[in-house]
């Protein structure tokens, strides 16, 4: 078992017990659930719209090479610049290259899941240069020196009460403050930082190739105020996020939306196509877009699982995961948490660190079920697994104990070798470690049920 592995194993026992994290995370995502069903109760052909979700992706992944380029063509046509970045390393160069050029020392960002992928805000603090998160949720955690804890709602694991402490604790608000009074405070740090920033970063829902164009939903507007008051706009946007024609947007916002928060629509919908035109008054001078791989294009290589390059975010997965709502976002300890982090992570970070991810699912197909792009998320962490036994990432222990069981269950003779007491010595010793510390492990009878029947119907 890998060091990340052995971590996973442990800090997920911690967290199944701790009650009054599971109270916060299954009241945050019980609210969640009434406002989706309420959302989907609107839409009039779910499983339609779902199944043209699909196969737009799937257009887009069989015809990735055509429409990257086409993006790019567009987009550079209005005085947009586009950087490829293979790794994190080449993102945050491109990046530091750009702040460096302009002599900038603060960043204001927005939420982007892109950006916590190639750990940006560490990096240019490493390197002298302020960045602050506009997301409330996101600030919250930053504040915390922790990362995100969800796809969607970063702060989710935070009851208010936490969250009255800290901001009591850093800026000296009442210890009992409401919601209304914390984000009040909130908006008077971080207007100051909109105004006072060199370069603003984003990340990006959806890339449009047809016009050249990025998409941002939001729900606070901290987006559109990083993209408008600094003189540089950066967008981080992985390679997947790919939509052939902006009149996909028509499907796929109202589905992120609902999906993601149970809203018909969210409330802030931004499509920007370059730096500011000479007929504008406002927006950026300059507006790069890079686009991430990082591992993504080994995910497309893998015709079986590429269906996790699908995935447009919207955190129902997670939310709908019995295995998530026990052990909580932190403990996986990757940027995709929840089953579409442990189907696309494998294969971006490494398929021998991260395998027991994989694992990490009762495979009761919930996520499947919720997915608004039909990704069969469940079928996916059984290739993985596959995969995992293929390239012989397992120990040898667990390679053996399933030879044996095999050789039993192919053999009768073999099963009823042994009797019902040395049946349980064995459960005892060799799995009550595993399975034996918090359930109550199976009583094998003493005689198995081919002797019993035997003896029952001697003349058979």
Same mark, same amino acid.
């Given at each position: 078992?890998?060091?990340?592995?052995?971590?996973?194993?442990?800090?997920?026992?911690?967290?199944?017990?701790? +009650?009054?994290?599971?109270?916060?995370?299954?009241?945050?995502?019980?609210?969640?659930?009434?406002?989706?069903?309420?959302?989907?109760?609107?839409?009039?052909?779910?499983?339609?719209?779902? #199944?043209?979700?699909?196969?737009?992706?799937?257009?887009?992944?069989?015809?990735?090479?055509?429409?990257?380029?086409?993006?790019?063509?567009n987009?550079?046509?209005?005085?947009?610049?586009?950087?490829?970045?293979?790794?994190?390393?080449?993102?945050?160069?491109? +990046?530091?290259?750009?702040?460096?050029?302009?002599?900038?020392?603060?960043?204001? #960002? !927005?939420?982007?899941?892109?950006?916590?992928?190639?750990?940006?805000?560490?990096?240019?603090?490493?390197?002298?240069?302020e960045?602050?998160?506009?997301?409330?949720?996101?600030?919250?955690?930053?504040?915390?020196?922790?990362?995100?804890?969800?796809?969607v709602?970063?702060?989710?694991?935070?009851?208010?009460?936490?969250?009255?402490?800290?901001?009591?604790? #850093?800026?000296?608000?009442?210890?009992?403050?409401?919601?209304?009074?914390?984000?009040?405070?909130?908006?008077?740090?971080?207007r100051d930082?909109?105004?006072?920033?060199?370069?603003?970063?984003?990340?990006?829902?959806?890339?449009?190739?047809?016009?050249?164009?990025?998409?941002?939903?939001?729900?606070?507007?901290?987006?559109?105020?990083?993209?408008?008051?600094?003189?540089?706009?950066?967008?981080?946007?992985?390679?997947?996020?790919? +939509?052939?024609? +902006?009149?996909?947007?028509?499907?796929?916002?109202?589905?992120?939306?609902?999906?993601?928060?149970? *809203?018909?629509?969210?409330v802030?919908?931004?499509?920007?196509?370059?730096?500011?035109?000479?007929?504008?008054?406002?927006?950026?001078?300059?507006?790069?877009?890079?686009?991430?791989?990082?591992?993504?294009?080994?995910l497309?290589?893998?015709?079986?699982?590429?269906?996790?390059?699908?995935?447009?975010?919207?955190?129902?997965?997670?939310?709908?995961?019995?295995?998530?709502?026990?052990?909580?976002?932190?403990?996986?300890?990757?940027?995709?948490?929840?089953?579409?982090?442990?189907?696309?992570?494998?294969?971006?970070?490494?398929?021998?660190?991260?395998k027991?991810? !994989?694992?990490?699912?009762?495979?009761?197909?919930?996520?499947?079920?919720?997915?608004?792009?039909k990704?069969?998320?469940?079928?996916?962490?059984?290739?993985?697994?596959?995969?995992?036994?293929?390239?012989?990432?397992?120990?040898?222990?667990?390679?053996?104990?399933?030879?044996?069981?095999?050789?039993?269950?192919?053999?009768?003779?073999?099963?009823?070798?042994?009797?019902?007491?040395?049946?349980?010595f064995?459960?005892?010793?060799?799995?009550?470690?595993?399975?034996?510390?918090?359930?109550?492990?199976p009583?094998?009878?003493?005689?198995?049920?081919?002797? *019993?029947?035997?003896?029952?119907?001697?003349?058979?």
């Open positions: 078992m890998t060091n990340t592995a052995e971590r996973f194993v442990e800090n997920s026992s911690q967290k199944s017990f701790d +009650i009054p994290h599971r109270n916060i995370i299954n009241h945050n995502i019980g609210q969640y659930d009434t406002a989706v069903e309420r959302g989907l109760s609107r839409i009039v052909n779910l499983e339609h719209a779902k #199944k043209k979700g699909h196969q737009i992706k799937w257009r887009v992944m069989e015809n990735l090479d055509k429409l990257l380029p086409e993006f790019e063509s987009f550079q046509k209005k005085g947009g610049k586009v950087l490829w970045a293979n790794t994190v390393e080449e993102a945050t160069a491109e +990046i530091l290259s750009i702040l460096q050029k302009a002599n900038a020392k603060t960043v204001i #960002k !927005s939420k982007s899941m892109a950006t916590e992928e190639i750990h940006l805000n560490e990096f240019l603090e490493n390197h002298g240069i960045s602050i998160e506009s997301d409330l949720g996101e600030y919250i955690v930053q504040l915390l020196g922790q990362k995100p804890y969800h796809i709602t970063p702060a989710m694991h935070l009851s208010k009460e936490d969250i009255a402490k800290l901001f009591h604790e #850093k800026f000296g608000t009442p210890p009992d403050a409401t919601p209304q009074q914390l984000t009040a405070k909130a908006r008077e740090l971080l930082k909109y105004l006072s920033a060199d370069v603003g970063i984003t990340g990006a829902n959806f890339l449009i190739a047809d016009t050249g164009s990025i998409a941002i939903t939001e729900n606070e507007g901290n987006a559109r105020l990083t993209t408008t008051f600094p003189k540089i706009h950066i967008a981080i946007v992985g390679i997947e996020k790919l +939509i052939p024609s +902006i009149a996909d947007l028509d499907l796929f916002w109202p589905m992120l939306a609902t999906h993601g928060t149970g *809203q018909n629509l969210t802030y919908n931004s499509i920007i196509s370059g730096p500011k035109q000479e007929n504008e008054t406002d927006g950026p001078e300059q507006m790069y877009v890079i686009l991430l791989d990082n591992g993504r294009t080994e497309l290589a893998q015709k079986d699982q590429r269906q996790g390059l699908y995935c447009i975010r919207c955190g129902a997965c997670l939310n709908a995961c019995p295995i998530y709502k026990n052990i909580g976002g932190h403990t996986y300890d990757t940027t995709y948490s929840g089953p579409i982090g442990s189907l696309i992570t494998p294969h971006l970070k490494g398929m021998k660190e991260f027991h991810l !994989s694992y990490a699912s009762s495979l009761c197909g919930k996520c499947s079920e919720v997915c608004p792009v990704i069969d998320i469940h079928k996916m962490l059984l290739l993985n697994r596959r995969d995992a036994v293929k390239a012989n990432l397992g120990p040898k222990s667990e390679k053996i104990g399933w030879q044996i069981w095999k050789r039993g269950m192919l053999k009768r003779g073999f099963m009823d070798m042994f009797g019902g007491k040395m049946k349980n064995l459960l005892k010793n060799f799995f009550g470690k595993y399975w034996g510390t918090k359930r109550e492990l009583k094998i009878a003493d005689q198995s049920f081919g002797t *019993q029947w035997k003896k029952e119907h001697p003349s058979k």
